[in-house]
């Protein structure tokens, strides 16, 4: 009798069980992290520069200015509001030294993130815009090339030492299953096939 079903279906329980092995290894040496709400990375953790807080009143604006390194690459950027309220509503509009538009956006949302390609070595200005009624405190981040964000190079980051790990163990999980699933079903038709010819032996 054919044995690929229990061969496919061993396969799946050794990747489940790898997948328990990695998220058992990840949960319990960041005990502390979960208790100190650093296990999962704050949206400032995601970014290489993070501006100061910045309180701004309602009708009112603020400024934020990053300077580039590098040109023609990605820049990512985001915003948020660290005491967001439901019914706060700001505006980002960004432009250059030399007046060059960028965009402009409304957002009603805690926590927002963009991204364009610089076309050179500049100043950008992001003016902020309070249309809300009340205050808001905000932080504007900035990353350049981000897929080389030090969140995702940096061993030592909450995304690599936790939620990367966590994420191969969910995929490892959810593949492991589907392989013990695929094995029953390859023993049952093998096993049937086999009953079948042994009726004409």
């Not at 799946?12 to 997948?19: F, R």
């Not at 808001?136 to 090339?145: H, I, K, Q």
């Not at 995929?171 to 009726?199: C, H, M, P």
Request: glycine share 6%; proline share 6%; net charge neutral.
């Amino acid at each position: 009798m054919k044995k690929r079903g229990q061969i496919v279906a061993v396969i799946g329980a050794v990747l489940i069980a790898s997948a328990i092995v990695t998220a058992y290894s990840v949960i319990p040496s960041a005990g502390s992290s979960i208790s100190g709400n650093d296990f999962f990375p704050s949206p400032e953790s995601m970014f290489d520069s993070v501006s100061d807080k910045i309180r701004i009143d309602p009708g009112t604006a603020y400024t934020f200015s990053h300077t580039t390194s590098t040109s023609q690459v990605p820049m990512m950027w985001g915003i948020h509001i660290t005491d967001y309220k439901p019914d706060d509503n700001i505006s980002v509009s960004i432009s250059n030294t030399f007046g060059d538009k960028f965009g402009s956006f409304n957002e009603v949302d805690p926590i927002f993130i963009k991204s364009f390609v610089v076309p050179k070595v500049d100043t950008y200005n992001f003016y902020v815009e309070n249309k809300g009624k009340e205050s808001v405190t905000v932080v504007m981040m900035f990353s350049e090339n981000p897929e080389k964000s030090k969140a995702l190079t940096d061993p030592n980051s909450p995304f690599v030492k936790n939620i990367l790990p966590l994420a191969m163990a969910g995929f490892l999980l959810i593949i492991g299953v589907v392989a013990i699933i695929s094995g029953i079903i390859l023993a049952v038709v093998d096993w049937r096939k086999g009953k079948n010819q042994s009726r004409y032996i």
